[in-house]
C-alpha cells in the first residue's frame, strides 16, 4: 500500500508565495511519474504540474513561469513552489504518484492520490 502525504497549503494574500510537498511511503519498487492536480470548487481536477522520475516536467499554461515542480527521488518526494499566486489559483490541491509495483517480472503501475491540501488566495 502506498500512501501519499501532503502538506504546505494555507491562506496567502494576492501575489504571494507557497510551496506545496508531497511525500510518498509503503512498500514499492520505484515512482514513475509525480504531480499535482488542483480542483476549485464547481470544477473538475485538472494537472498543473507532472515530473518524470528523470526530471522531466510539463506544466499548464495557467501557470506557467509561475510554479515550479521538483522532486527528490532518493526522498520520494514531489514540491511545487507556487509564485505570484492569484485568486483563480484558489483550490484544493491534490499529490498523484504513479508508483510500480514488482510481482516476481511482471511491473504494475498505478495512479495513488493524496488526501489533498486547500490553497486559498484573497485578493
Known amino acids: 500500500q502506498v500512501q501519499l502525504v501532503e502538506s504546505g497549503g494555507g491562506l496567502v494574500q494576492l501575489g504571494g508565495s507557497l510551496r506545496l510537498s508531497c511525500a510518498a511511503s509503503?512498500?514499492?519498487?520505484?515512482?514513475?511519474?509525480m504531480g499535482w492536480y488542483r480542483q476549485a470548487p464547481g470544477k473538475e481536477r485538472e494537472l498543473v504540474a507532472a515530473?518524470?522520475?528523470?526530471?522531466?516536467?510539463n506544466y499548464a499554461d495557467f501557470v506557467k513561469g509561475r510554479f515550479t515542480i521538483s522532486r527528490d527521488n532518493a526522498k520520494n518526494t514531489v514540491y511545487l513552489q507556487m509564485n505570484s499566486l492569484k485568486p483563480e489559483d484558489t483550490a484544493v490541491y491534490y499529490c498523484?504518484?504513479?508508483?510500480?509495483?514488482?510481482?516476481?517480472?511482471?511491473?504494475?503501475?498505478?495512479?495513488?492520490w493524496g488526501q489533498g491540501t486547500q490553497v486559498t488566495v484573497s485578493s
Open positions: 498523484n504518484a504513479n508508483v510500480i509495483m514488482r510481482y516476481g517480472l511482471r511491473n504494475l503501475e498505478t495512479a495513488n
Open positions: 509503503g512498500t514499492f519498487f520505484s515512482i514513475n511519474t
Open positions: 515530473i518524470t522520475s528523470g526530471g522531466g516536467t
